[in-house]
């Protein structure tokens, strides 16, 4: 099991960890900063040194246990050995734009209080899409709302309720097609004090005046309540 530390702190840029095991899938840490890929946010990417090589890594993703975290490394890199000591650092600025953006997005998701039916994150740019009937888009009234809570400042922070939490109280979760991960016992929910609770994995910033200006970009109709809503960092 690798040990997650972006889910204590999301601000983490560098770490020491030690390989556990290489292989044509990836390298395996005891511990890792990189986000694992999942819930609609990219793998982070980065570079991992030890003594005698540095390794790009592309992304990270989850093994077939779940549980395992697997760092991809960039084609024809260097690989450390197993047991060797590896600093991991991440690139900080794609990460730190993706968790603006997952923010943001958690931030539409009050500005529009629907069904969520996916989404994506990128890297400076993000989208939800939701089951919204015909004339249930103000753009203008969006984008105001979503100014208005970048600019409360409002605190960003994790807590940890227990799977009987969860299934007592349906109505946090906000997706419809992806739901929390259940079966460890805990589930992580991210608070915006004052305006969105939901469960979530994903890294976020501690506070949304850390967002900065972020508009709708544009809405597609991708069925006949379902409308695919973009959003842009400026």
Not at 41 to 46: N, S
Not at 79 to 89: F, Y
Request: proline share 6%.
């Amino acid at each position: 099991m690798t040990a997650l530390l972006f889910r204590d702190d999301a601000y983490l840029r560098e770490a020491e960890a030690t390989v556990l095991a290489v292989g044509p899938e990836g390298v395996t840490l005891d511990r890792t900063i990189f986000y694992v890929q999942g819930g609609g946010q990219p793998g982070d990417r980065g570079r991992m040194s030890f003594d005698g090589g540095e390794t790009a890594i592309a992304t990270a993703v989850y093994a077939a246990d779940r549980a395992t975290a697997l760092h991809k490394p960039a084609d024809g890199a260097a690989l450390p050995p197993v047991g060797a000591r590896v600093r991991v650092e991440l690139d900080w600025p794609t990460r730190y734009a993706r968790m603006r953006v997952h923010t943001a997005l958690h931030l539409l998701t009050v500005a529009l209080p629907f069904p969520v039916t996916g989404g994506a994150i990128g890297d400076g740019d993000g989208r939800l899409d939701f089951d919204m009937p015909e004339g249930g888009f103000d753009r203008e009234a969006v984008n105001a709302r979503l100014a208005q809570m970048v600019g409360a400042d409002a605190a960003v922070r994790e807590r940890w309720i227990s799977d009987e939490e969860l299934a007592a109280n349906p109505g946090l979760v906000k997706t419809m097609s992806v739901k929390p991960p259940t079966g460890t016992g805990r589930v992580r929910l991210v608070e915006i004090v004052g305006l969105d609770l939901q469960p979530c994995g994903g890294t976020h910033v501690r506070s949304t005046r850390e967002i900065g200006a972020v508009r709708v970009v544009d809405v597609e109709k991708k069925g006949r309540q379902n409308r695919r809503v973009r959003i842009a960092l400026d």
